[in-house]
Structure formats: structure tokens, C-alpha cells
T-cell receptor
């Protein structure tokens, strides 16, 4: 079945640094990928839609300059958290879909980001 | 997309069927019902989806009422590994985005 891989699975870094998270579709091509964030004991919140070869579209309230998204190929999207601060600590999850219509999205295993 | 309502939590005895309800009373004709689950600290796992007919796969069965205003996910023989948060999502055909509600925390007990 469709597999989505995220890397790294866990990252700890100092406040003020930028962190890049990769999302890859391993056995299918994804023109569209999605980035979510999840705080403890809360549901997933859609942050943005990553479109191959064009700009990402962000959900209301999500800072596009803070969360940079690049979708350079049909199998790779990256999320960069710029100048990260402790309040950016969260669980970040990506997803992708291989075909349009009613096909489901497939999710990666998430990246736990901790900013000290 | 239509909003969904799920109970916050449910208990189920190991080996028994787990029936998880979802209300989507404002669903429209081209919207599908999807079920995912999330085991602690992992990404959501796709379970099943359907439009109006009942669906079954190796993981579960999906029963959608005739008026499509509600559905039930059935795990026929729940195991401890089925303990997770289960999300019911409604999304229209060919639309990209999924919006997650609060889901149901299923606790499978020995």
C-alpha cells in the first residue's frame, strides 16, 4: 500500500534555530501533500497544503513566514520551522494522496519537535 | 465539508465487537465518510471509507445509515492493540483536505 515516510522522527534543538522536516511518498507520486500539527491531547490541525511546483496554501492563522514549505518533486515536501521557539514544540505530521477522487490520504509517522 | 460528532470515549472488552458511532447529519450527496485511527505518538492510520453502501475490509466494517446522516465503524473482535483515538471524517469527492474532529478514544480492556 501507499507509504509516507517522515524524517526525522524526533528532533531537539535550541531556541532560535531553524528545523527542517522531510516528508516522502515512497511508492507513489503525490502532487499534493499536507502538513498538520498536533498538541498533546488534542486533535490534528491542518496547517497547509503543499503543491508540487507551486506555492503552498496555508490555513487561516498559520504564519507562512514561520512555516516554510517546499514541494520540489512529486515525492518530497519539506516543512521548515524558522527561528523556532518553545511554543513551536509540537508533533508535526504530513500526509499525501496518490490519486484524486475518493482515495484516502496516507500519513507519515510524525516528527516530535522539542525546542529548548 | 460536513461536521462530524463522535463520543469522546468508549470502552470495549477484548474479543468483543467495538461499535464506534459517528453523526454527520449535514452530509451532502458527494461527501464520503472516512475512518482513521491514531495510536499514541504515531500518525493516523487509514481504516476504511464509503459513500452510501456498507463497506468491509480486513480491518473493519463501515455501516452507513440509509439517510447517510450517521455511520458506525465496527471492529469485529477488538484486541488491546486496537486501543487508539478513532476519527470519523467527511470529505467531498475530489476535494483534497481532511479536517479532523476530536475523535473517540477507544479503550480495549482485558
Amino acid at each position: 500500500g501507499a507509504v509516507v515516510s517522515q524524517h526525522p522522527s524526533w528532533v531537539i534543538c535550541k531556541s532560535g534555530t531553524s528545523v527542517k522536516i522531510e516528508c516522502r511518498s515512497l511508492d507513489f507520486q503525490a502532487t499534493t501533500m499536507f502538513w498538520y500539527r498536533q498538541f498533546p491531547k488534542q486533535s490534528l490541525m491542518l496547517m497547509a497544503t503543499s503543491n508540487e511546483g507551486s506555492k503552498a496554501t496555508y490555513e487561516q492563522g498559520v504564519e507562512k513566514d514561520k512555516f516554510l514549505i517546499n514541494h520540489a518533486s512529486l515525492t518530497l515536501s519539506t516543512l521548515t520551522v524558522t527561528s523556532a521557539h518553545p511554543e513551536d514544540s509540537s508533533f508535526y505530521i504530513c500526509s499525501a494522496r496518490d490519486n484524486p477522487g475518493d482515495q484516502p490520504q496516507h500519513f507519515g509517522d510524525g516528527t516530535r519537535l522539542s525546542i529548548l | 465539508d460536513a461536521k462530524t460528532t463522535q463520543p469522546p470515549s468508549m470502552d470495549c472488552a477484548e474479543g468483543r465487537a467495538a461499535n464506534l458511532p459517528c453523526n454527520h447529519s449535514t452530509i451532502s450527496g458527494n461527501e464520503y465518510v472516512y475512518w482513521y485511527r491514531q495510536i499514541h505518538s504515531q500518525g493516523p492510520q487509514y481504516i476504511i471509507h464509503g459513500l452510501k453502501n456498507n463497506e468491509t475490509n480486513e480491518m473493519a466494517s463501515l455501516i452507513i445509515t440509509e439517510d447517510r446522516k450517521s455511520s458506525t465503524l465496527i471492529l469485529p473482535h477488538a484486541t488491546l492493540r486496537d486501543t487508539a483515538v478513532y476519527y470519523c471524517i467527511v470529505r467531498r469527492y475530489n476535494f483534497n483536505k481532511f479536517y479532523f474532529g476530536s475523535g473517540t478514544k477507544l479503550n480495549v480492556k482485558p
